[in-house]
């Protein structure tokens, strides 16, 4: 029987541990939302089991992984952002030309001779 340090299951103690390379996908939470995250991770596999276990090496890639999609989502976010002040610049540009383009009638005219006549009592 194999120790269970070097390459025995943790979980059967009796199966043989190899490691292999999976595609995993994955979501993660974070404070801009939830990221989708596609990775391969070498992962120990018990050749009896089939329990699957990971390592420090395993969550450094996944938090890699975790790490590219979240400057993705950043990016995609602040280039919304950009679009949505350059078009609100726009409407507003548009609106202002529109009512300089606009035609104001004529101010009333103002009875001034009839004002003068009035006598306060």
């Not at 070498?42 to 420090?56: Q, T």
């Not at 919304?80 to 202002?96: C, G, H, I, K, P």
Request: net charge positive; hydrophobic share 35%.
């Amino acid at each position: 029987m194999v120790r269970q340090n070097e390459n025995g299951c943790e979980f059967c103690k009796n199966g043989r541990v190899m490691r292999r390379s999976l595609r995993i996908a994955f979501r993660q939470e974070t404070d801009l939302g939830c990221v989708s995250c596609l990775a391969d991770l070498p992962l120990k596999v018990c050749d009896r089991c089939g329990s699957k276990n990971w390592d420090n090496d395993t969550d450094a890639i996944a938090e890699e992984a975790v790490r590219r999609e979240y400057v993705k989502l950043l990016s995609m976010r602040r280039r919304q952002r950009n679009e949505d002040a350059q078009a609100l610049e726009d409407r507003v540009r548009r609106d202002y030309a529109k009512l300089l383009s606009m035609r104001w009638p004529a101010p009333a005219p103002y009875p001034i001779g009839d004002l003068a006549q009035l006598h306060c009592g």
